[in-house]
Each structure stands twice: as C-alpha cells, then as structure tokens.
C-alpha cells in the first residue's frame, strides 16, 4: 500500500516568542531535581524533561503517547517500522513481508538480533509478542487502538518465518504490525512488565517511580551504538518550566512546549499529526439532539484560538486527521464561526422540549496541549452565549482516561470532551475504527448505516480506497456530528545547542534517541 508522504518542516521560533528577560529570571530558579552532578555534567547523557511522568513502560501500552515517547525504537523494536517522513513502511526486524493468501501475511524475521538480557530474537519471539498483544487478561492498548480487538491467529512456520491469519483480509495488515513492539518469549504473557527487555539501542537503568526514568545503551544492540550512551527522562507539568530547564543548560531536550513558554532561539516549531476536537456525547440530552451538537460546532471561534490562544501555530481544522494521511480530504472546510445561527439552533431545539437548560460537562486533561485551559475557557464562554450552561472539570491523565476509552464511566451525563488525536500510522482507518465507528475504543455514538460505510471503505486499496475514506470524513458532520473540530495542530520542541537533532511528525510518539546526536556546531 502507498502511503501519502507527510512533510514536517522545520521552522525556527520568531525573536517575538522568546521569553522576556524578566520572565527567564522568574524561571531560572529552577532545578532537575535528583539528577547527580556527575550526570548533568556528562556530555554522554541526554537530559530530556517531559510533561508528565510515563503511567507505564510496558511495550503492549506503547501507543499511549507517554509512554512510546519513551519505549518506541529506544528499548523495544517492531517488526516493521513507518518511515514518519515519507510514510514508507522500513523493514526493522523483519526482512520482508508479502500476502500469501487474502487473509494470510508472511514475515521473514531477520538473523543475528539479540534481546538486550542476550536471548536470540527469532520467529518464535515475534509470533508470541503478537499472541501476548492479543492475550485479554493483559488487556493491551494497542489492541483496541490498532486491532479493534479482532481475532489473529499466528503461527511460527520455521526459525525465521512467522505468518498471521486475519478473520478477513486486511490490506494494511504490515502497517498495524508496526504498532506490535517485540519482546522475548520468556516475558510474562499476562501480566504487564515494568521494566521491559528489547531489541532496540538502550535498555533500562533504572525507574524511580515519580522521580525519573534513565535508559543506557544495550550492549547486545544489533546496529551502530548510538552517540549518547545513557538518557535521563524527568517531567514537570508547566512548559516555561521545561522550557527553562534547556535555556539553563539543565536539560538537553523539552517536549510539548507553548509559543509562549520561554524556549526563545532554542525553540522549534513542526508539524505534529496531532488534531483537536471536541468529543460531544450524542447520548444523553441535550446533546442526543443533533441541532444541540451542531450549535456547538457553529460556537467555536477556530480562527481565534489558533491565532490567540496558540499564536498562529496550528491550522483550524475540518476533520480529525491531517494533510498526509490517507484518507485525507482536502475539500472540507472548517464550520465557519456563527454565534447567531449556533443560537437559533439551541432555541428550535428548546421550542421542541428539549432541556438545553441542562448542566454539560465539559472535560480537559491538564497539560494535554499548550494553551488548553484557556482554549477550553473559551469555549465554554462561547456556549454560555448561546444559552447552553457548561461546567469545566481539568483531570489528570488516568481521570481524563476514563471518559475517553471504553468502558466508559456509567452515568456520566451530557460530555464533552477534548481530545487531540493523533493518526501516527498514516492511514484513516485507525482513526475511523477508533473515533467513528458506534463501538470503537473512543467512540460514543454512530449509527449502523455510517458503520456500514466504514467498513466499506476500509475494504478497499488505492485510489478507491483514498475517495472513499475521504466520503466518510466528509459525511461524518451531516449524519453523525460527534466531533466539533478544532485545530491541526503544531508542536514546540526546546533543543540545546549542543545536540542535533530533527524532529518529525512523529516526535511526540516516538522520540528515537539514537538520531540525536552531538553537535558540530551552534544549530542553525
């Protein structure tokens, strides 16, 4: 399957952003805390401060942001990887793949990779890494996220071949395979791991539980050592402080970080795959009336907030996925800004009994994305003008969690919910099965017809598959209208000059350690 291509071009952050000298010296006070002297002083250790501190390192959980940041291409390794540039699929620890049969793909695993505990990777340790995914007692994420909890089956035909049987046939079968991180057979097959053994460069140090995560290079590691042989993970929640932590040499590398966080000339601005929306619960009144969700829409000034709020760093969205994923439709415009109209429509749907009076509860995860408090303030002030009554309620990431994946919470009454989604993969599918389909992992409403034109169009390959992925999209605000769109958004990465490195769409996914390597001179 060809895979659109997906540019991230690199842009420097404008003098306008840097931080102000007074409000360097209010940050400089800080520290990273619990990291040795020794430590911060060798040039040998990447320092990298983070959002928030991974909930797991477990390798089947690696498609939750937090944690493949972390564990993707660093400790564990796939059999096939996505080229986050060019959208190609790369062999890694597969040589080859092909479909043998319209339900059946074959994987040529590679010879001479060793596990970094020195265990010898074979088919044997691919087709368990793909049984365990599936195993439900561990109840992996990226199961639901990439797999829709299908049924697999997985057979070793000899040393170095495995193949997998789908229920049906799976065109981007190699693509969903990219997400599988392998692992020994000796792992634990139901019960999830702390501290995970991998193929990949670096393996872990040691995980001090809120404090920090520090890897070092695997001895056994089947390519070139990389540069850096150990890396320290911390995390603080607020983005000037991340972002002073690079500008005061204390950390190599800040993720996650706002226009206005103090990154200054060390900052730099990409595109990211990632998409903002509202989720609205079309469940429960007074959002099971379509008018109700559609005023929401009508009630979000996108324009404004990228241009405020995120300071021009984003692009205002119609649909949940991006320029370069296939899928993609590049007719679709955003639903223009209309107070007037979004207030018509509430006061129809109060004339036909519907309690637009009820209180909706309107639900962030802190420090999801820069800015979002105040995107989410402003949104809810949007909606008090049209009459509807919102109640703000920020949670951390597990709270956050629970309204967004199922099961979700019971009796929860009218939500929305913000999300930001972010299709690494390429292909609409996973977010259509995720995000669209009546009972995908993260979806809360549908209907059987638009189920039926889901499928329809995942069935198919090429341009057929393309028009049609992009029909679905397209309908998805006419017929079912679960999401208020927001923005495309854009990442801000912090960035010592004493280490080159080349962020990508896929940087907030996947952070490869070993591409950063140390400068030869001041970065440009």
């Not at 937090?66 to 796939?78: D, F, H, K, M, Q």
């Not at 007719?331 to 006061?347: R, V, W």
């Not at 059987?448 to 169009?457: Q, R, S, T």
Request: with cysteine; hydrophobic share 35%; aromatic share 6%.
């Amino acid at each position: 399957m060809q895979i659109a291509s997906l540019r991230s071009p690199r842009r420097r952050l404008s003098g306008a952003l840097a931080v102000s000298a007074a409000a360097m010296l209010a940050v400089s006070g800080c520290s990273v805390a619990n990291t040795t002297q020794g430590e911060s002083a060798s040039p040998d250790t990447l320092r990298i401060v983070l959002p928030q501190e991974p909930p797991t390192l477990e390798p089947c959980d690696a498609s939750l942001t937090a944690t493949g940041v972390v564990v993707r291409s660093n400790i564990t390794e796939p059999l096939i990887e996505r080229d986050p540039n060019s959208g190609d699929l790369q062999p890694k620890l597969a040589s080859s793949w092909k479909q043998v049969e319209p339900n059946v793909w074959r994987f040529t695993t590679v010879s001479g990779v060793k596990f970094s505990n020195g265990a010898t990777f074979d088919a044997e340790d691919a087709a368990f890494s793909i049984k365990r995914t599936f195993n439900g007692a561990i109840g992996c994420d990226v199961n639901g996220y990439v797999f829709d909890d299908s049924k697999t089956d997985v057979n070793v035909v000899d040393p170095n071949t495995v193949e997998v049987r789908t229920e049906k046939p799976d065109p981007i079968l190699p693509l969903r395979l990219s997400f599988i991180e392998m692992v020994p057979r000796t792992t634990d097959a139901d019960a999830k791991v702390r501290e995970p053994i991998g193929t990949g460069p670096y393996m872990v140090d040691f995980w001090d539980s809120g404090q920090r995560i520090a890897l070092k290079a695997n001895p056994n590691y089947h390519g070139a050592a990389p540069q850096y042989s150990r890396a320290i993970y911390q995390w603080r929640a607020e983005g000037s402080v991340r972002a002073a932590m690079v500008t005061n040499d204390e950390a190599d590398l800040a993720t996650s970080l706002g226009p206005e966080d103090g990154a200054g000339d060390l900052g730099t601005a990409y595109v990211n795959n990632e998409t903002t929306a509202l989720r609205m619960q079309a469940t429960d009144a007074p959002l099971d009336d379509i008018r109700v969700r559609e005023a929401i829409d009508y009630s979000i000034n996108r324009d404004g907030v990228v241009k405020a709020l995120f300071q021009g760093l984003g692009k205002p969205a119609a649909e949940l996925v991006g320029k370069g994923i296939v899928g993609y439709n590049d007719q679709l415009t955003p639903t223009p800004y209309d107070l007037g109209h979004a207030k018509k429509l509430i006061d129809e749907a109060r004339a036909d009994g519907v309690p637009v009076d009820r209180t909706i509860r309107l639900i962030g995860r802190t420090g999801q994305f820069p800015k979002i408090n105040e995107t989410i303030e402003a949104i809810q002030f949007s909606l008090s003008k049209i009459g509807l009554n919102v109640k703000i309620e920020m949670m951390d990431t597990s709270g956050q969690m629970q309204y967004q994946t199922r099961p979700f919470v019971p009796g929860s009454g009218p939500v929305l919910l913000m999300i930001m989604h972010g299709n690494q993969a390429g292909d609409t599918q996973f977010t259509l099965d995720q995000y669209m389909l009546s009972d995908g992992y993260q979806s809360t409403y549908g209907t059987a017809a638009y189920d039926k034109e889901i499928v329809a169009a995942e069935a198919l390959t090429g341009e057929a598959r393309q028009d049609a992925l992009a029909k679905v999209l397209a309908d998805e605000p006419t017929k079912i209208r679960q999401y208020a769109y927001i923005a495309h958004m854009e990442a801000v990465l912090a960035k010592s000059n004493k280490v080159d490195y080349q962020p990508n769409s896929a940087t907030g996914d996947e952070m490869r350690l070993a591409e950063m390597t140390h400068a030869t001179s001041q970065n440009d």
